[in-house]
């Protein structure tokens, strides 16, 4: 919004090997559905990600979650329904969620802290968000952003986002 030219500097220092991260030849697909408490209504609804997750799954990719407990409500819903889970809940410092991000396809995510570290990583990060200008100027300016905007996020269904997904090739597997 102020013109300012697309900055690209070096996160690589956030970077860790974190053997522990078995994503080896595993199709990854980090989603991030928590937000803080004062951020609830930036929050698209947990059923709807686990919907996505569903979806996700029967494509063939493994569901990396990102989130603390205090985002147990966001999450119970994919751990309930899905079987193909990378549990990084309650295991993700911003290196993890970093280095993770690195390892994944694309990033799924509300406008929260976490997604914000994982957007670093330059894979493309689908944001799922309100139509405002804070927004735009927050996410809007680097490469690798896509959003998925609504005045509320009651407005938004899994089918759009799965229209998204699909029309951009978001989950062609490179």
């Not at 937000?35 to 209504?41: D, L, M, N």
């Not at 410092?93 to 957007?119: E, R």
């Not at 959003?147 to 759009?160: H, P």
């Amino acid at each position: 919004l102020l013109g300012i030219e697309e900055i690209n500097p070096n996160f690589s220092w956030l970077e860790n090997n974190h053997d522990d991260l078995n994503f080896d030849n595993k199709n990854v697909v980090m989603v991030i559905p928590g937000v803080s408490q004062s951020g609830k209504h930036k929050q698209w609804a947990p059923i709807k990600f686990q919907e996505i997750c569903s979806f996700l799954e029967s494509k063939g990719f493994y569901i990396c979650l990102v989130g603390t407990k205090n985002d147990a409500d966001a999450l119970q819903p994919i751990l309930d329904k899905c079987k193909n889970i990378i549990n990084l809940i309650d295991k993700s410092p911003p290196d993890v969620i970093y280095s993770a991000a690195c390892k994944c396809k694309l990033i799924i995510s509300n406008d929260t802290g976490p997604g914000h570290i994982a957007a670093l990583s330059s894979i493309n990060t689908l944001w799922l968000a309100l139509d405002n200008p804070i927004t735009k100027s927050n996410l809007s300016f680097r490469k690798y952003s896509l959003l998925l905007l609504k005045s509320s996020m009651n407005d938004l269904s899994v089918d759009e986002v799965k229209d998204f997904i699909s029309n951009n090739k978001l989950l062609d597997k490179v």
